[in-house]
Nanobody, 115 residues
Framework: QVRLVESGGGLVQPGGSLRLSCAAS????????MGWYRQAPGKQRELVADITSGGSTNYVGSVKGRFTISRDNAKNTVYLQMNSLKPEDTAVYYC?????????WGQGTQVTVSS
């Protein structure tokens, strides 16, 4: 059983910053991919960024240069530092963990960018 607990969402003005955290517990495996997805109202869920256990990262084009994903393997925690936030970044952000043959999701955390 794997549990993902997210934190750090909230309301921020355009141009502001937020840091999301996701702590994984249970059988997380030493080799995995952790990532963040987001889903805005009326839109499909999309990958924002992910990072392998070896540290390789991948970003969707719209967040490159503004968001940074990182992880602490000792704590089984992944972070998403979001800078220069825009109204179009408003969405529910979901943590994701991929291990061999399975994918797990967090409950989601709301990020709202508005003045």
């Amino acid at each position: 059983q794997v549990r993902l607990v997210e934190s750090g969402g909230g309301l921020v003005q355009p141009g502001g910053s937020l840091r999301l955290s996701c702590a994984a517990s249970g059988s997380t495996f030493s080799i995995n991919v952790m990532g963040w997805y987001r889903q805005a109202p009326g839109k499909q869920r999309e990958l924002v960024a992910d990072i392998t256990s070896g540290g390789s990262t991948n970003y969707v084009g719209s967040v490159k240069g503004r968001f940074t994903i990182s992880r602490d393997n000792a704590k089984n925690t992944v972070y998403l530092q979001m800078n220069s936030l825009k109204p179009e970044d408003t969405a529910v952000y979901y943590c994701n963990l991929i291990v061999p043959n399975f994918s797990y999701w967090g409950q989601g955390t709301q990020v709202t960018v508005s003045s």
